[in-house]
């Protein structure tokens, strides 16, 4: 039979990242490219007792339908964790649990946006986010990401043109794929801009506890008077990402709306997962725990920026994060993206092409991203070796 998909569907391509993993199982291949927490960050020991747990003595509670907004123990503690982190929510806001930050940015967007509005993001962006705007006939438009964040003047210029702007998405702090942090000034000018042109700013920040140096930079929805901006977190980089476990904080009435459009895509996030996560904060030390993994991400970003420092032509430039998952490299005029992606690949080394993040996918871009979290400190120097010579013999 000849399927005919839906208008919304027809162009929509498996993420570039998804499609890389399957090259992954040959032996010997080194992946920057995925995007996962290391493997040995996850509190496995404290989760199985847990988990057994509650199946020893909440069973029937972890196996039945739910409540869409959340498991109320769980919501109360997340908006203690916001409020003591991050000094954020106040009684306008409300809280509801999602499956993921994936869902609660593609939540945000459905109540928000008719198909054919506009949706500004940082460009390069989180691929999730995009993909999530794209199938829900948004249209995306992308503000050059600069090292301090997005480029108001650019962004003003955009929403000028483009009155149909229902939402302005930005990942501020250790951004997917960027690495980059967006400066305190950036992100005052980011509302004034939205405050002005009244549309809703989306902060997605599922990093913003994996800080490893420099400061603290106040979050957007710290900022927010007149409540005007959702603020995305998960659990998938702090505790596990198998959970899908995320959550949004927002506006009373924009959480209704989502709570509506949450019951018809999922009903509610896997209860027994919401349970498990709740006791572990309950009864974990999760301060020391995300101290742990800071310490983990420090040691192995310093460790690639050491090996790049070494082995990496000074004609690549990269960013040097201050946490997160990922750094971005920019290759010189010289040497085409796709070809050294390629030649990489050949050479078992996978990272992503800047091309995957662009809004605009058809645009060029001379970056790859680079994920630390994943690989081991031995893969990090060989890789970026490989890497590094790649460079030299394409140059
Ligand atoms: C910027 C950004 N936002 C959201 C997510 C979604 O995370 P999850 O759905 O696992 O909570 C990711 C995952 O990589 C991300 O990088």
Redesign the pocket.
């Given at each position: 039979m000849e399927y005919q998909f839906s208008d919304k569907m027809v162009n929509m391509k498996p993420s570039a990242i998804r499609e890389i993993f399957k090259s992954l199982g040959t032996p010997g291949a080194i992946s920057f490219a995925a995007?996962n927490p290391a493997p040995e960050s996850f509190p496995v020991s404290d989760m199985a007792r847990i988990g057994a747990d509650i199946f020893a003595n909440q069973a029937v509670q972890a196996l039945q339908y739910s409540v869409t907004e959340g498991y109320p123990r769980l919501r109360e503690q997340v908006r203690k964790r916001l409020l003591d982190k991050f000094g954020i929510g106040t009684e306008n806001d409300d809280l509801i649990i999602v499956?993921?930050?994936?869902?609660?940015?593609e939540l945000s967007c459905k109540v928000l946006c008719n198909e054919g509005d506009t949706v500004i993001a940082e460009n390069p962006s989180?691929i999730?986010?995009l993909n999530a705007f794209r199938s829900l006939g948004a249209r995306i438009q992308g503000v050059e990401l600069k090292d301090d964040g997005m480029d108001t003047e650019a962004l003003e210029k955009c929403l000028r043109e483009n009155p149909d702007t229902k939402m302005i998405y930005v990942?501020p702090t250790f951004?997917?794929p960027a690495g980059s942090t967006t400066s305190l000034q950036t992100r005052k000018e980011i509302y004034r801009l939205a405050s002005k042109y009244d549309v809703i700013i989306l902060e997605?920040n599922?990093?913003g506890e994996l800080r490893f140096a420099g400061e603290d930079i106040p979050t957007i929805k710290k900022l927010d008077t007149d409540g005007r901006v959702l603020y995305?977190g998960?659990?998938?980089?702090v505790l596990s990402?198998g959970m899908?476990?995320?959550f949004l904080l927002g506006p009373k009435e924009l959480i209704q709306k989502i709570v509506v459009a949450k019951q018809v895509e999922d009903v509610h996030t896997n209860i027994y997962f919401q349970m498990l996560c709740s006791r572990y904060m309950d009864e974990c030390d999760m301060d020391a725990h995300v101290e742990e993994i800071r310490a983990l991400y420090r040691k192995k970003c310093g460790w690639m920026l050491e090996c790049l420092d070494k082995y990496m032509p000074s004609c690549v430039k990269y960013t040097r994060p201050e946490g997160g998952?990922f750094l971005w490299c920019t290759l010189p005029e010289t040497i085409e993206l796709t070809d050294f992606v390629m030649a990489a690949k050949d050479q078992l080394v996978f990272v992503v092409p800047g091309t995957a993040f662009n809004c605009d996918e058809s645009a060029p871009s001379r970056s790859f991203r680079l994920n630390y979290s994943m690989p081991s400190m031995e893969e990090i120097e060989k890789g970026i070796r490989i890497l590094g010579e790649l460079v030299r013999t394409m140059m």
């Open positions: 995007g499956t993921g930050g994936q869902q609660g940015i989180f999730g986010a990942i951004q997917n997605d599922p990093y995305c998960s659990f998938s980089k990402a899908r476990i995320g998952l």
